[in-house]
Each structure stands twice: as structure tokens, then as C-alpha cells.
């Protein structure tokens, strides 16, 4: 068939020039346009169903399909060639889980010896009742009496963090909590934010100033709560023995953050009470740390509103900027918000000269 | 058809190996439709069984006097219902009309009801105040793949075996008066033209990236699917067309991509089956007609008849 | 009133063979879905959510082989001139709701991801003509937005035959008066994976209008991708500086 001319009055390379438009969609992206206005819109982003490469050399992988030779993408993302595998990473997507990640979830389900549990994934994740720490010492056997109440150690709706132990051959995440910095999240705020902003690290809890603390989930799930080391809770309890050393440990390296340093096996036993699914919050958490939280969460949202990554410098540097405005609630004003991340970027751009 | 689970990989391999081969299991051509089977009813006007191979339906046409609406004063009132019950397949529903039977009626009221194959017009007796309403209701009665081109063929053959009632006007347009079928002989309806839907269903040899981005056009195109058929295709268009070479209705529901010139090839090859099935409507009505002639002595009524 | 007058311009100034404005964005709403799009195709606007793939909340929809998807039509009260409730049991959203989800079933790579859900809302604000296309490529957007795994784009268009002349991308206005053929194609290509004419046409002109359909959808297409990678670039130029 003959292809006729058509003819349109939307020209893309104006479009790509006019962010500034009154298009309220576009204010998103305001705050980058002029670096990307220099940085020549020749771009190495592939769209579905462009052809790749019809080289037969290259192997296929995710992101990608093909016919005979010729290797097609199928999603909207940077090609990335790791010797011979040929890749497109979609520039967002759902969380893919991987072996090791840190994670916050949220019980969806109790089933037959295992939790489902929300990660932001495509498939429900499951914690097996094999793979969390119970009352009673680590090393027990679970026991059908544990079965019956899985209920009282989490149930629908609670909010926890884990380790991705392993993934499925159909896709599906394994977790553990098998470590004391893993369990119950208590004390404080969820917050999601996408995935692909969180920046993988070493580490993702973090304590940040103004006594709060972060988890940071790689899968964008985020809880920020009281710092422990101030908490009191731990101190009303049967540890009795054993807290003194904890609390001593506490104030000399002036920041605890759970998990971390080794911890010896008995006295992993010992936290394995009851205590690390107690539902209760800590009653003493002052207006101070409250109104932190508070201000945390909005910087996060900045953040994500500006699709900045998240780092932990990134995090305490809009504390820091977002000092200025005394009332929180006017943080996740657009105009706050965007002044918030182009002080982050200014700043980063200073200690990176 | 919404549940593959019925058909094992077995079946499905085996059949579809038999269609690459160039055999359909019923050994019929790739585009030959099963012959129609009509049973008119002597007694009534407007009720008409059809066996499309062994797809069953039974269609009756009614006529009552109603206000028309408010916008359209002049034109008369008409309705398809599709009757779809769990007696033509397990399948179906009773109380719950699934996204293919919705699809199916859907299908079915364009072609006949929105082409205007039915002169509205005509149906008028006053203007504003009374005007014939034709209700056709479309039972399904059992179900062997291909409910859309037997039931569009049912109706219109039922439009052309239906008869009103005559009635005349008296009272200076005061009152009306319907006159029973025995008393004056019963008016036929006004077709302007026959609709004709035909159904083909696609099947895909290769895989999806070659259906896809491949440049030739393999794919494999049967008309009017059996069950079996139905339910493995992979995608199904409607094509809707009378013998004035007019396109009434085209309806792709998703399914695999078809090349637009396959689309158009098709639609020029159906016109043969259009032509040869709206004759056969023809004829069967008026083979119909001249028993009936014969069976009342009609011709003993006529102004010139030897009495 | 003159659907397409002697000089060749059309109600509202266009040519035979021109499209409306067309404006898309993707990523309109990044935090209450996974994919997200608008699309202003003249006055139809639409706005599209995706969610998933992701865990179903009802065991029915879980597919050992393939995903199920899931689309949800909404049409507002106001969307046309005179204000009016529209229900979602009606069988033109029926129809519409069920074309518009065998049609990505199939562009999808819906079996990459077994036993999940995708689940498709669209809100239409607007309409004026051309409905199902604009929202076949709204839902195309939000798809790749979503990073949902497809073949190709499946750009949309209406087109319609006046007389002799065919006309492309009709407007309300013209699409009451004219029968309206919408036709999705699949990338660059011209294979057709969803068509619908509700209206005569006579046989032999298919083939001029199927003709200058298929290009408009090609234009489409490439406004669409435009979009994409305009954003796929700040993003992605966003992402390296961390």
C-alpha cells in the first residue's frame, strides 16, 4: 500500500524545547531542562519495537526479543551489553528482587507455614515460617503450636523488614529475618517512593540527625521511625542481665543502629522474645522526634517528586535545606519541594568541584 | 470460549498440525461455511429455526403498537435480543452475561439494527403517537462455534418471513384498527438490504515474533470456526457486508495482528458467500411464500378469481 | 453544514490528510501507579493508569502461563456536551473494554509474567471523536511508561470516508456524520491488530482509507515515541549524575 503524506501540526522538536508550556505534566521535569536542553537530544534510550542490532553474535537478553538475527527491544530503556548479552533495563519498572536486598514489606496473607508478603514485586514474596527468628531461641524446631499462632507474630497489614534469601525458579522472592536488624517495623511512618530511585548500598538503615532512623528498602519501601538507642523499651522487659551492655555499648559508640557489630549467639536468643512482635509503639516518642519524622518523610517526598535518587548524604542534605521552612507542612509545596533538590544538586555539585 | 481449559495441549497440537497440512477436522474448505439448514413456520409469521451445522437458533419477530420516542417521531421501534443461556453450552452463563456473549449481541445489533437494514420509516402508522415496535428475540439453542454469522443470517431471514398485521385508520386519524391475519392479509416488513456477517478466525503457524515483525504473511484463515476451531484461534475479525458491495461492519476484537492487505483480500473474497447467501434468503422465502399461496388457496381470494 | 468543502479544508481548517493536535505525556502519575500517561488527541483527552504486573487480588485471574489483563473504563459525567451518567455495564463500554484488552493480550509479552495481574484504568475527561483510539494509545504510553515488557507501540487512528474523499482523524462532529473506521497498527508495520467500522462504506473504497489510516497511525506512533524518549532522557540523565 502506498504511503500517503500526513500532515501534523504537533512538531516534536518544539515540543522537546517547550517544557516550559503551561502543560501542567511537564513541571516535573523543569527543574532539569536546561542541562538537557546542552546535553543534545541524541539519545541511547531504545522504545518497543525498535530494532537493536541484526548481528547474530549478540545473546538475548531481558528486555529484548527476536526474530532470525535480528534482536528487537521491548521495553522503553538503556541498552546494556555485559560481554556477549545483550540487555535493555527498562528506565522503570516493578522492583526486581535480588538475592541479599533489603527490604520493608507488608503481610498481605498468613497461609500454610508461610507469610505472603508485599515487596513492591510483581508476585507476593513469601517468609517462611522456617525463616524467621521465634520466641524461644533461634536454633528450636518449629513446631505445630507455632503454626496455629503464626497470627500473633505478624499478621495481615504489618509492616516488616527483611533480607531477600533467595528467588524461585518461577519468579517468586524467598525472605529471612533471621537477623536481629530484621523484624517488626515499629515506631514511626511508611513511605513509598519508586524503586529505581533507591540507590543500592551497602547498607540501608541508616540513623539520621534529629534522632530518627531510616530503613531504606531497596524496593522503594521506606520506614523512617525513632532512633532505638534513646528507646526504653527494650529496658521494661525480661533482658534485664543483658540490657545494661546493650545500652553501654549504645552510648559509647554514640550511634546504635540495630544489626549492626557482631552480636553473640545467646544474645540473639534473648531478643528473640516475644518482644520482637509486640505491637505496642514506644510510649515515650517526644513532639521533637515526631515533627523530625515528619520532616523526613516530606523531604523523601521531595526527592522522589524530583526523581532524584535517594542516597543517605541525599537524604541529610534536604534535612538540612528543608531547615529553612519552619513549617512542615509546606514542604511538599511544589515550589518547596523543587527549591529543596536544586539546593541538594547545588550542594553536591560544590563538594563535587 | 472464554475457558480454554476443555481442550488438552494434545487436541490443540494435533489440530492445529492438521491446519497447517491445509485439513480442517470436518473436512470443509479453509473458506467454506457450513450449510444452512432453514425451517420456516407454516403457521406464523416471523419464527425461524436455522441449523448452521450443528449450531442451533430459533428466532422469533414480534410486533406490537407503541409510542415512538420523543426525537424521532417518525420512525418505528426496533430490538435484537440475544438469548444466551447455558442450554446452547455449559459455558455460558444464565444470570451473568459474559464479555462474549455482550460482544456477540453487540456484533449482531450493528450489523442488522445500526446498518438500517430495517426501514423505520415504514413503520410509522402516526407520527408522534403510534408506531410499530419489532422486537426480534434470538435464542441460541446450541452452540457449535460461530453464534455471529448465524445469528445475523437468522434475523434477516426471520425480518423476510415476518408479517404485521394490516390496520387501517379510521376516525380521521382518531383510532386505529388491526386487523387479524385472517381477516386481511398480513403486511411483510421492508428490508432495505441484507446484511451478511462472516467470521474468520486466525491461527498463527510460527511464533509470535514472526506474526509480528516476520515479513511474510503466514498466518492461517478459516471462515465460520466450529467449537473446536473457536476455541484455539488466536484472533477473529467480523466482516459485515451486503451484495451492493457495501462494508457494513468490520470488528477486530484484538486477537493477532492481521496485515492490511490480508484484510482487504478477504473482504473482496467474501462478497461470493454474501451474494450466494442473501440469494439463498431469496429463495427460500419465496419458495416459502408459494406453498404458502398454494396451502390457503389464496388464489380463490383474488380479484380475478374463478369462484 | 459543509463536512469538507470544494477547497479542501474540513469543519475545523484541516486538510484531508491531517491530524488533530496531538499531545501525549508519560509518567503524569508516578506515585499512585506504576505507569501512567495523557493524551490530548484534539479535544479527546485521556488519562491512563497502570498498576502491576502484580500479585491478583482474586485467584480466578491467576494464569499459570501469562498474565491476565485487566481494563477498567471510566467516562466522566462530563466528558461530552450534555452532561450524562454513564454506566459501566453498558455494552458499548463492554465492547470497548473487551477489544481494548484482547488487543494488548496480545502485544503484551503477557507471558513473561505468570500469575499476575496488569491492571489498566482510563479515565476519559473528553471526548470528542475518536475514542478508542485515543484510548489505545493512552493505554500504549502508560504501558511502556510502566516498563511492561511489549513487541511494539500500538498507535491508533480513526479515519472516515466523505463522499469520495477519505478524511483523517475525525472529530465529533464529523464522526456523527460519516462512517468512522479505527484501525490500531502495530509499530511501523501494516498489521492491523484491532479495527472497528460501525458504518457503510462501500468495498472498494476500504483500501484508500485503510491506506491513509495506516499512515496517520505511523505519525502517531512516532509523536508517541517522541515523547518517550524525550523523557526516557531526562530520566535517564537524571539517573547517571547519581
Not at chain 2, 265 to 278: A, G, N, Q
Request: hydrophobic letters at 35%; glycine letters at 6%.
Amino acid at each position: 500500500m502506498d504511503t500517503n503524506e500526513v500532515i501534523s501540526i504537533t512538531k516534536p522538536e518544539a515540543l522537546v524545547n517547550d517544557i516550559d508550556s503551561d502543560v501542567e505534566m511537564s513541571d516535573i521535569e523543569d527543574i532539569e531542562t536546561p542541562k538537557d536542553n546542552s546535553n543534545t537530544f541524541k539519545s541511547s534510550i531504545v522504545t518497543p519495537g525498535e530494532l537493536v542490532t541484526d548481528d547474530p553474535i549478540w545473546m538475548k537478553g531481558h528486555g529484548t526479543y527476536f526474530l532470525e538475527d535480528k534482536t528487537f527491544s521491548s521495553v522503553a530503556g538503556n541498552i546494556s551489553r555485559v560481554n556477549r548479552l545483550l540487555s535493555v533495563i527498562p528506565l522503570k519498572g516493578r522492583y526486581q528482587p535480588e538475592t541479599g536486598d533489603h527490604i520493608v514489606g507488608r503481610i498481605t496473607e498468613v497461609a500454610n507455614k508461610r507469610w505472603k508478603v508485599d515487596i513492591g514485586t510483581k508476585q507476593d514474596a513469601v517468609l517462611m515460617l522456617g525463616s524467621v527468628n521465634l520466641p524461644g531461641g533461634v536454633l528450636r524446631r518449629k513446631s505445630e503450636s507455632d503454626e496455629l499462632q503464626m497470627r500473633n507474630f505478624l499478621k495481615e497489614g504489618d509492616l516488616l523488614n527483611a533480607e531477600v534469601q533467595t528467588i524461585f525458579n518461577n519468579g517468586i522472592a524467598s525472605l529471612h529475618t533471621r537477623s536481629l536488624k530484621y523484624g517488626k517495623l515499629r515506631n514511626g511512618i511508611f513511605l513509598k517512593v519508586p524503586s529505581s530511585l533507591v540507590i543500592k548500598s551497602k547498607n540501608h538503615s541508616y540513623d539520621l540527625p534529629g534522632n530518627v532512623s531510616v530503613v531504606l528498602g531497596v524496593n522503594g519501601y521506606i520506614w523512617l521511625y525513632k532512633t532505638v538507642a534513646k528507646s526504653n523499651s527494650a529496658a521494661n522487659t525480661s533482658i534485664t542481665s543483658n540490657t545494661s551492655k546493650f545500652q553501654a555499648s549504645v552510648d559509647s559508640s554514640g550511634s546504635y543502629a540495630p544489626g549492626q557489630g557482631s552480636i553473640s549467639i545467646t544474645r540473639l536468643e534473648e531478643e528473640s522474645s516475644w518482644e520482637i512482635y509486640s505491637d505496642k509503639n514506644d510510649p515515650n516518642i517526644s513532639n521533637s522526634v515526631r515533627t523530625n519524622i515528619t520532616r523526613y518523610n516530606n523531604v523523601l517526598k521531595a526527592l522522589s517528586y524530583c526523581e532524584l535518587g535517594i542516597t543517605e548524604q541525599r537524604i541529610i542534605m534536604g534535612y538540612e535545606a528543608s531547615l529553612a521552612y519552619s513549617n512542615i507542612g509546606s514542604l511538599i509545596d511544589k515550589e518547596a519541594m523543587e527549591s529543596i533538590c536544586q539546593d541538594i544538586i547545588n550542594n553536591e555539585k560544590m563538594r563535587g568541584a | 470460549m472464554s475457558k480454554n481449559i476443555e481442550v488438552s495441549t494434545n487436541e490443540k497440537t494435533y489440530f492445529l498440525e492438521a491446519l497447517k497440512s491445509g485439513i480442517r477436522l470436518d473436512s470443509r474448505a479453509f473458506d467454506e461455511i457450513r450449510q444452512p439448514e432453514i425451517t420456516l413456520s407454516k403457521k406464523e409469521y416471523g419464527y425461524v429455526e436455522l441449523d448452521w451445522g450443528t449450531t442451533k437458533l430459533a428466532v422469533r419477530v414480534s410486533a406490537e403498537i407503541r409510542k415512538p420516542y420523543e426525537d424521532r417521531p417518525f420512525e418505528g421501534l426496533f430490538m435484537i435480543n440475544c438469548e444466551i443461556s447455558s442450554m446452547s453450552w455449559p459455558h455460558f452463563d444464565n444470570q451473568k452475561n459474559s464479555n462474549d456473549e455482550v460482544l456477540i449481541a453487540r456484533i449482531i445489533e450493528k450489523a442488522i439494527r445500526r446498518s438500517n437494514s430495517l426501514d423505520l420509516e415504514s413503520l410509522c402508522i402516526i407520527a408522534g403517537e403510534k408506531v410499530w415496535c419489532i422486537t426480534v428475540d434470538l435464542n441460541f439453542l446450541n452452540y457449535d462455534g460461530n453464534f455471529i454469522d448465524a445469528g445475523c443470517f437468522g434475523v434477516m431471514l426471520a425480518l423476510h418471513h415476518f408479517k404485521k398485521p394490516d390496520i387501517s385508520i379510521v376516525n380521521g386519524g382518531e383510532d386505529i384498527i388491526v386487523h387479524d391475519v385472517n381477516e386481511r392479509q398480513p403486511v411483510p416488513l421492508s428490508v432495505l438490504h441484507v446484511p451478511v456477517c462472516l467470521t474468520y478466525s486466525f491461527y498463527n503457524p510460527g511464533n509470535k515474533e514472526s506474526n509480528l515483525k516476520g515479513e511474510d504473511d503466514d498466518e492461517i484463515y478459516l471462515l465460520d470456526a466450529n467449537l473446536l476451531e473457536e476455541q484455539n484461534r488466536e484472533g477473529s475479525i467480523v466482516i459485515t457486508l451486503n451484495k451492493n458491495r457495501e462494508l457494513i461492519q468490520l470488528s477486530k476484537n484484538g486477537g493477532i495482528p492481521i496485515n492490511a492487505n490480508v484484510l482487504l483480500e478477504l473482504s473482496f473474497k467474501s462478497m461470493k458467500i454474501v451474494d450466494r447467501l442473501t440469494e439463498k434468503i431469496k429463495e427460500v422465502i419465496k419458495k416459502h411464500e408459494a406453498e404458502r399461496y398454494e396451502e390457503l388457496n389464496l388464489r380463490l381470494l383474488e380479484v380475478g378469481a374463478d369462484r | 453544514m459543509e463536512l469538507y468543502s470544494p477547497e479542501g479544508l474540513r469543519l475545523d481548517g484541516r486538510r484531508w490528510n491531517e491530524i488533530r493536535n496531538f499531545e501525549c505525556r508519560i509518567n503524569t502519575h508516578p506515585n499512585s501507579s506504576d505507569g501512567s500517561s495523557y493524551i490530548e488527541q484534539g479535544n479527546t483527552k485521556v488519562i491512563c493508569m497502570v498498576q502491576g504486573p502484580m500479585e491478583p487480588t482474586l485467584r480466578s485471574q491467576a494464569n499459570a502461563n501469562k498474565a491476565t489483563i485487566e481494563v477498567n473504563l471510566a467516562v466522566a459525567n462530563f466528558s461530552t456536551l450534555e452532561r450524562k451518567k454513564r454506566s459501566k455495564s453498558e455494552k458499548r463500554m463492554v465492547e470497548m473494554k473487551t477489544t481494548l484488552e484482547r488487543t494488548f493480550e496480545q502485544s503484551v509479552m503477557c507471558n513473561l509474567y505468570p500469575r499476575t495481574v496488569i491492571q489498566i484504568d482510563l479515565h476519559v475527561l473528553s471526548q470528542d471523536g475518536g475514542l478508542l483510539a485515543g484510548l489505545t494509545n493512552a493505554i500504549t504510553l502508560a504501558l511502556i511508561d510502566a516498563g511492561v515488557a511489549m513487541y511494539d507501540y500500538v498507535a491508533a487512528i480513526t479515519a472516515g470516508l466523505h463522499d469520495q474523499s477519505p478524511l483523517l482523524d475525525l472529530n465529533g462532529l464529523e464522526e456523527l456524520d460519516m462512517s468512522t473506521l479505527t484501525i490500531g497498527v502495530i509499530g511501523k508495520s501494516e498489521k492491523l491488530s484491532l479495527l472497528m467500522l460501525e458504518d457503510k462504506i462501500p468495498l472498494d473504497r476500504l483500501e484508500s482509507v485503510l491506506a491513509i489510516a495506516i499512515a496517520g497511525s505511523h505519525k502517531i506512533r512516532d509523536l508517541m515515541d517522541n515523547e518517550v524518549r524525550r523523557h526516557g532522557n531526562i530520566r535517564s540523565s537524571k539517573l547517571v549524575n547519581n
